[in-house]
Structures are given as structure tokens and as C-alpha cells.
Nanobody, 115 residues
Framework: VQLVESGGGLVQPGGSLRLSCAAS????????MSWYRQAPGKERELVAG????????NYADSVKGRFTISRDNAKNTVYLQMNSLKAEDTAVYYC?????????WGQGTQVTVSS
């Protein structure tokens, strides 16, 4: 099982980024997928999730209306479109899923929002 995030970087406030999570070693279409983030000195927090059936999405209140999670099962990839970025969005962003009571994480991708 492998999750590989990409797409992070340095962006100015108000800018946009799209993160990607490339999945391998399991059937992506069978699982709910999530994005988490962890800022320095803070606990890891859930940003967004998308179910495998009906692709129902949920978001942290802090990102509602700005971030959009999506998935392409044919490409084994999950995305996080981030718009109107703020300094407080600065964090390492992680892709995640849970299978049989085991949590799987990617290595993370750094997002820095700064002028």
C-alpha cells in the first residue's frame, strides 16, 4: 500500500493549489479517502473526506467553500483543490485511508501560504 502526495508549494495569500494523492497497492474505489493537515506545533486535523459510494464529501469548517476534494478511481488518484488560501492554511498535508482498523498515510506535502 502506498500513498504519494504532490502539488504542494509556496503560494501567496488568495492563491490556489491542487494537491494530488496517487494511490497504489489497494483498490481505491473501495475506500473513503481523506486529506489531513498538520501545522507546526499543532495536532493533525481532518481537512476533507470523500466516500467511495456516492462520493459524499465533508469538510472542516475552516475550509468550507474554499477547498474541494475529489477522486478519480480510474486514475487511482484523490485531489484537493485549494482556493483563496490563507496564511493559516500553512501545513503539511497528508492523504489518508483506513482499512481493517489500520490507518494508512502518505509522506505529506508542504503547503506554505505567505507573501
Amino acid at each position: 500500500v502506498q500513498l504519494v502526495e504532490s502539488g504542494g508549494g509556496l503560494v501567496q495569500p488568495g492563491g490556489s493549489l491542487r494537491l494530488s494523492c496517487a494511490a497504489s497497492g489497494f483498490t481505491l474505489s473501495s475506500y473513503t479517502m481523506s486529506w489531513y493537515r498538520q501545522a507546526p506545533g499543532k495536532e493533525r486535523e481532518l481537512v476533507a473526506g470523500i466516500t467511495n459510494i456516492r462520493e459524499i464529501t465533508n469538510y472542516a469548517d475552516s475550509v468550507k467553500g474554499r477547498f474541494t476534494i475529489s477522486r478519480d478511481n480510474a486514475k487511482n488518484t484523490v485531489y484537493l483543490q485549494m482556493n483563496s488560501l490563507k496564511a493559516e492554511d500553512t501545513a503539511v498535508y497528508y492523504c489518508h485511508f483506513r482499512r481493517r482498523n489500520t490507518d494508512y498515510w502518505g509522506q505529506g506535502t508542504q503547503v506554505t501560504v505567505s507573501s
